[in-house]
T-cell receptor
Framework: DSGVTQTPKHLITATGQRVTLRCSPR?????VYWYQQSLDQGLQFLIQ???????AKGNILERFSAQQFPDLHSELNLSSLELGDSALYFC?????????????FGAGTRLSVL | DAKTTQPNSMESNEEEPVHLPCNHS???????IHWYRQLPSQGPEYVIH???SNVNNRMASLAIAEDRKSSTLILHRATLRDAAVYYC????????????FGKGITLSVRP
């Protein structure tokens, strides 16, 4: 158990809908990362937050947004969903968010857009 | 950003050592070499990392070439549970620590 909790485990929804994925980092970790894993693109970094502030952005679509709350949990919002958004979404956390830190990954949320 | 190159797949026998190679010929002096692995149906997990010297931990050893253009992850006695995709990733000193995953090496372990 990595200590990172992601909910829900599975999500099935329809095109055009909006969903929210939730991540609770390990106790004491200030940084949260979101990654998307699809069959054709592999594992891709989406966005990183550190202590509530956005620190780095990757290949995140404009239809996607995220935030980190004062209690350090994070949410990834996906809107106007398309079939191609079906993927595994992983959250990871680390202590300070720089190169020295190990990232601990959650078990992921599997999103199916029908 | 410096890139890494890994073979697509490797096979090993249970309880034998496994050497997983990674080439990073354009590595810069400030790049750390990290290894993560992803077991089937799980999120990635950290294995080991290093800068210049060889490193050991309870999971594996990391051997870094003297010129740092390649590294090898060593699993001393492979178990069935070690069957996974292994990713070699470079992270620059001082940069944000986003992980850029390539395709990785798929390791199969034969009983």
């Amino acid at each position: 158990d990595s200590g990172v909790t992601q909910t829900p485990k599975h999500l099935i929804t329809a095109t055009g809908q909006r969903v929210t994925l939730r991540c609770s980092p390990r106790s004491g970790d200030l940084s949260v990362y979101w990654y998307q894993q699809s069959l054709d693109q592999g594992l891709q970094f989406l966005i990183q937050y550190y202590n509530g502030e956005e620190r780095a952005k990757g290949n995140i679509l404009e239809r996607f947004s995220a935030q980190q709350f004062p209690d350090l949990h994070s949410e990834l919002n996906l809107s106007s969903l398309e079939l191609g958004d079906s993927a595994l979404y992983f959250c990871a956390s680390s202590q300070t968010g720089d190169h020295r830190n190990i990232q601990y990954f959650g078990a992921g949320t599997r999103l199916s857009v029908l | 950003d410096a890139k890494t190159t890994q073979p697509n797949s490797m096979e090993s026998n249970e309880e034998e050592p496994v050497h997983l190679p990674c080439n990073h010929s354009t590595i810069s002096g400030t790049d750390y070499i990290h290894w993560y692995r992803q077991l089937p149906s799980q999120g990635p997990e950290y294995v080991i990392h290093g800068l210049t010297s060889n490193v050991n931990n309870r999971m594996a050893s990391l051997a870094i070439a003297e010129d740092r253009k390649s590294s090898t992850l060593i699993l001393h006695r492979a178990t069935l549970r070690d069957a996974a995709v292994y990713y070699c990733i470079l992270i620059k000193n001082g940069a944000n620590s986003k992980l850029t995953f390539g395709k990785g090496i798929t390791l199969s372990v034969r009983p």
